[in-house]
């Protein structure tokens, strides 16, 4: 097989796996699960900001997009990740595209394009000081986008999540507008 060659996913990964967001194991400022039982060892290598993610992990920052570990083979230019762009509403979840190095987000960005600068010990696990271009949305933000996951069920909008998602409207648009200048 060459470097660049893919196998089958091990782990079939539908739209229903995806669910509130906020239901997931918090780590951080992120959400982790594991399809293969080994959610301490997931949890671990998230606490510890760096090491290999055991096969199965599921990582979510955002609900609209996922990372998932598959086995040894799977995509080596990826180190096995399997990046989900998704769609959701408060009728659940629909992948919109899944894949290796193929796939982008909402925004018309690349997945993999962001995530294989993170270092190696990060294993492709963007954070503040992995190697990853930063984004230029804060922390604020991101939590708003979690507590508003439209899967999850309607809570009370503190009056910080409503400011961070006020903020998030135009840094949205103008990352929309970059990638799309990008792309001509």
Same mark, same amino acid.
């Given at each position: 097989?060459?470097?660049?060659?893919? =196998?089958?996913?091990?782990?079939?990964?539908?739209?229903?796996?995806?669910?509130?967001? #906020? +239901?997931? #194991?918090?780590?951080?400022?992120?959400?982790?699960?594991?399809?293969?039982?080994?959610?301490?060892? #997931?949890?671990?290598?998230?606490?510890?900001?760096?090491? @290999?993610?055991?096969?199965? =992990?599921?990582?979510?920052?955002?609900?609209?997009?996922?990372?998932? +570990?598959? @086995?040894?083979?799977?995509?080596?230019?990826?180190?096995?990740?399997?990046?989900?762009?998704? !769609? #959701?509403?408060?009728?659940? =979840? +629909?992948?919109?595209?899944?894949? $290796? !190095? !193929?796939?982008?987000?909402?925004?018309?960005?690349?997945?993999?394009?962001?995530?294989?600068?993170? *270092?190696?010990?990060?294993?492709?696990?963007?954070? @503040?000081?992995?190697?990853?271009?930063?984004?230029?949305?804060? *922390?604020?933000?991101?939590?708003?986008? @979690?507590?508003?996951?439209? *899967?999850?069920?309607?809570?009370?909008?503190?009056?910080?999540?409503?400011? $961070?998602?006020?903020?998030?409207?135009?840094?949205?648009?103008?990352?929309?507008?970059?990638? $799309?200048?990008?792309? +001509?």
């Amino acid at each position: 097989m060459q470097a660049d060659e893919k =196998t089958a996913p091990k782990y079939k990964v539908d739209a229903t796996m995806f669910q509130c967001i #906020t +239901k997931m #194991t918090p780590v951080k400022h992120f959400f982790v699960d594991n399809l293969a039982g080994n959610l301490a060892g #997931t949890v671990a290598v998230a606490q510890a900001g760096k090491g @290999q993610f055991p096969e199965g =992990t599921v990582l979510q920052l955002i609900p609209n997009e996922a990372m998932v +570990k598959q @086995q040894k083979g799977f995509s080596p230019g990826t180190g096995d990740w399997e990046f989900f762009a998704l !769609e #959701t509403d408060k009728n659940g =979840t +629909k992948i919109v595209s899944s894949g $290796a !190095e !193929e796939v982008n987000n909402f925004l018309g960005l690349n997945c993999f394009e962001c995530h294989k600068a993170a *270092r190696a010990e990060f294993d492709l696990l963007c954070e @503040q000081d992995h190697g990853c271009a930063p984004l230029p949305l804060t *922390r604020a933000m991101f939590h708003a986008v @979690q507590q508003t996951d439209p *899967r999850c069920a309607p809570a009370q909008l503190s009056a910080e999540d409503a400011a $961070a998602l006020k903020e998030l409207g135009p840094v949205i648009e103008q990352l929309k507008n970059e990638a $799309a200048a990008n792309k +001509k």
